[in-house]
Structure formats: C-alpha cells, structure tokens
C-alpha cells in the first residue's frame, strides 16, 4: 500500500498529461472547450511548414548550443577556485551559490532593470564614452536571446559548482602530487588530472543544462515580455507552444500538443545521447 500513492502521483501527474497531449495532438482541440474531432497527421504536416515554429526551434537549439559549453566549463572552474582550503573561501562559496537561491522571477525583473535603454549598463558604458547609443538588450531579437543566456548561465552557475564540487571530493590527492612532481602546473593539472576525472559528472551536466535550456521560457517572457521580443523572432520552443495553444480567441490545442511532442522527442533525443557519452565515459575511466 505504501506505494500506491507514488503510483498514483505519477500516473495522475505524469503518465496521463503525457497520454492526453499525445491524443490532442491529432485532434482540433481548442483552449475553451468545444467539441474536437480528429484530424489525422494535419497538426504534424502545419507544423513542419509553420515558418514560426522552426524559428522557435533555432532558438532554442541556439539557446542549448551557447548555455551547454558554459555550464560545463564555468561552474568547473569555478569550483576548482573554491576548492582550495584557505581562510574565507566559505564566503566565496556562499556568495557564488546565491543566485541559485534566489526567484526567477526577481533576478529577471532586476536583469531587465539592468539592460533596459536607461538601465545601469547602458548608463555605465555610456558614462564611460564607451558607446553613443544605448544598446538594444531587449528589443533586438538577437541580444534578447544572448541577454536571457546570459542570464540563465549567471543563475545556474552555483548549483552546477556545488555538483563539481562533489565530483572534486572524489578525486584522488596522489593524482595531483604526482603531477607536481612530473612538473605539472596549474593549467596542466586541471586539464591532465581534474577534466578526466570529472568528466563522467561533465558528461551528466551537459545533459541536464541541454534539457534545461529546451525547456526555457522565463527568461525570455520577463526580458521580452508577452509576446518573445519584437514580431516574437526570439521565441524558444516552450514560448511558441503557449501562444499556439493558448490563446483564447486563436489558440489550437491539438496544434499546440504537436509542438510539446515534437519538443519531447527533441528533448528525448538529447537525453539519450547524453546518457550514451556518460556510459561511455564510465566504461573509459
């Protein structure tokens, strides 16, 4: 009995919402009710030639293709700084994780703040003569997109470095000692010494930021607003399935559906190969 109520969780909450976007994905569905009927493989056929929707998807490759090295590479580095025993290194260890603690929806306001025509950064470049003009963080498409990876990479950092950290913990010391007396120095020791032996956890990292960065509709919501940036040019996949299902007056549901299934294979495919290269690195080390 004591596991009936897991069982149902993920049944109620997991199993049929899949089950059920599945069914809507062939239908016409809309977000308000109303008799849906059947429509075959039409949402499919629409989707591959919705000029929007594979916009929404460069974006959101995009997004995985920028944001995945970065949370790979900088939350390593950071956790080989944090690592060392000296006095006050708690402080920066503290003060590295705080972003992760913090709401979403607060460091967007503030990132938004900061970015805006008039915000801080704009105002310093410009006191700094570095710049005439403000730069358009949010209303150029593009710098709507960077600006938002900026933002996801600069929130994810510390969680990421407490994940490095523990992988760190497990690191043989007589790796390094050896290395220093080969000549090793710092450099070379991070990447003879700690990159192979963390690259397993590297491996789970890029993985779980892959799917992150899919999924990601926040960051660009708050820093774009409503409607993903001017024209919705810098929507990511998440943004495009709530305007196509959603909308009260022109939303389809059954279309909608197809987009969330196109992203959970997208999503699938990505987490597959991730658990293929953290096998194979297994079986290397």
Request: aromatic letters at 12%; zero cysteines; hydrophobic letters at 50%.
């Amino acid at each position: 009995m004591w596991v009936a109520a897991p069982v149902a969780a993920a049944v109620i909450f997991g199993i049929f919402p899949f089950v059920n976007t599945v069914f809507l994905s062939f239908t016409n569905a809309k977000p308000l009710g109303g008799a849906a009927r059947n429509v075959g493989l039409r949402n499919y056929t629409e989707m591959f030639d919705d000029p929007d929707f594979w916009t929404a998807t460069k974006n959101s490759v995009e997004y995985a293709i920028v944001v995945v090295p970065l949370m790979v590479l900088l939350p390593l580095m950071l956790a080989v700084l944090v690592n060392k025993k000296i006095p006050g290194i708690g402080f920066f260890r503290t003060a590295f994780y705080t972003p992760v603690l913090a709401s979403i929806i607060v460091v967007g306001f503030s990132w938004k703040w900061m970015l805006g025509e008039n915000g801080m950064i704009n105002t310093l470049l410009q006191d700094l003569h570095l710049i005439h003009q403000p730069v358009e963080f949010l209303t150029d498409p593009h710098l709507l997109l960077f600006s938002a990876m900026a933002m996801t990479v600069w929130k994810g950092l510390g969680w990421y470095m407490v994940i490095y950290l523990a992988a760190l913990g497990n690191v043989p010391k007589e790796l390094y000692e050896a290395a220093e007396m080969d000549g090793a120095g710092a450099v070379r020791k991070f990447f003879s010494v700690t990159v192979p032996s963390v690259r397993l956890t590297m491996a789970i990292v890029g993985t779980l930021t892959a799917i992150g960065s899919l999924r990601v509709f926040t960051e660009v919501f708050i820093l774009g607003g409503p409607t993903g940036g001017p024209g919705g040019e810098a929507r990511t996949l998440p943004f495009y399935i709530r305007d196509a299902a959603l909308d009260p007056l022109t939303g389809n549901l059954g279309y909608g559906s197809a987009i969330s299934v196109a992203l959970f294979v997208l999503t699938v495919g990505l987490t597959l190969l991730g658990l293929r290269l953290s096998r194979g690195k297994e079986d290397t080390i």
